[in-house]
């Protein structure tokens, strides 16, 4: 007998990842047999948070646009019980429609065409549901911030100078958001005038303590090594370990990769032994990116300032350099994440008609050589 109460507790049992999402979308299959369309929304919502938080967001991007359909045959679908802190179905879907948003710029296999029709679907779609523009602005600056500068903030201001709506991030969300604008301009007297009330924790997360106090670390981390400041940076390594805080939502071990690479680098060897194959299984391009350039890096040190040619490692047969003798050449493995992350670059920078991501590898790699 359908019970969309039991399949919702019974997929909730499982661990993230994986086997949760084959479950969800089983409960959602279950709920188009049955024309349950509050059920055939909210599983489906529900299957794009944990792709969102817990996995890849690629399920995501596939499931999202079946929500589109579903509502805009039945705009009037009420909540279930479980997501009845929304007004309706589309106060949900608009929420939903910000992670689908953040996505699109980390797949360059999402056409440039296809991601400017989400940012403008949703800006239609807010309109017709009463919210102001706070939401899409923000989203504008993130997608166009990789390429077009001068575009990206523009929609920045004009995100800070629109009122806030049920959509809009919590304050403390938006500041972080602020916070790490004015970093990246190289702002820090503002930024740091805009950090003081999540320093001091009067402004935080609903229902999260310490997660806007971590972000802000975050962003300082970022900022820190952006500008090649290796010991300010490693103390607020040390400050969002997950190992430290016990949470898991921040582990930027590639970030740390790079920071010890100049710091510690027996420490950074430890860092590579334990998370050089959940690298591999990385499957959002963006982020694949980001940890192919840090790996850059730290095989580049490894060879320089750690002087050695040869290193030993536990690999296993998927990866594609495996040697029985576990002896690697560093530089082989440097010309492998040198390689991954040059076409990638290049395929983000055709999607987007841009040179942000070679750039980016281009400045890696005349700072190493400097």
């Known amino acids: 007998m359908y019970d969309p109460d039991r399949l919702k507790k019974a997929y909730d049992k499982l661990e993230h990842g994986r086997a949760r999402v084959t479950a969800i979308r089983s409960a959602a299959e279950d709920a188009d047999a049955h024309q349950d369309t509050p059920f055939r929304i909210f599983f489906r919502l529900d299957l794009c948070r944990e792709s969102c938080f817990y996995g890849d967001s690629l399920d995501m991007m596939i499931v999202f646009p079946e929500v589109l359909a579903i509502i805009d045959r039945y705009p009037d679908t009420p909540v279930t019980a479980f997501n009845n802190n929304f007004r309706d179905s589309m106060a949900h879907i608009l929420w939903v429609y910000k992670w689908v948003l953040n996505a699109c710029g980390g797949f360059y296999q999402i056409p440039m065409s296809d991601c400017l029709k989400f940012l403008e679907d949703f800006k239609k779609r807010s309109l017709a549901y009463g919210y102001h523009l706070r939401s899409y602005y923000d989203h504008v600056y993130n997608f166009y911030y990789v390429i077009d500068r001068q575009k990206a903030e523009e929609a920045f201001h004009r995100f800070e100078n629109t009122a806030r709506d049920a959509n809009s991030d919590c304050k403390a969300c938006e500041r972080n958001e602020m916070i790490d604008f004015y970093l990246r301009q190289g702002d820090l007297d503002r930024a740091n005038r805009l950090s003081e009330e999540i320093e001091n924790l009067s402004l935080r997360c609903h229902g999260a303590m310490m997660r806007a106090w971590l972000v802000l670390k975050k962003n300082y981390m970022h900022y820190y090594l952006r500008q090649h400041a290796f010991e300010e940076a490693e103390a607020y390594c040390r400050l969002i370990d997950p190992r430290r805080v016990k949470n898991e939502e921040f582990c930027y071990w590639d970030d740390f990769l790079y920071c010890y690479a100049y710091r510690d680098m027996g420490k950074a060897l430890q860092i590579y032994r334990s998370h050089w194959k959940e690298w591999e299984q990385e499957r959002e391009p963006s982020t694949l990116f980001d940890i192919s350039l840090n790996c850059v890096s730290f095989f580049s040190r490894l060879a320089t ?34 390689h991954k992350a040059k076409d990638l670059a290049q395929k983000f920078d055709e999607r987007n008609g841009s040179d942000y991501y070679m750039e980016c590898l281009r400045e890696q790699v005349s700072f190493l050589e400097s």
Do not use: H, N
């Open 305 to 338: 300032a750690g002087k050695k040619q040869t290193v030993k490692l536990s690999m296993d047969q998927t990866f594609c350099l495996y040697e029985e003798s576990g002896v690697y050449r560093t530089e082989a493995l440097y010309s492998y994440y040198y």
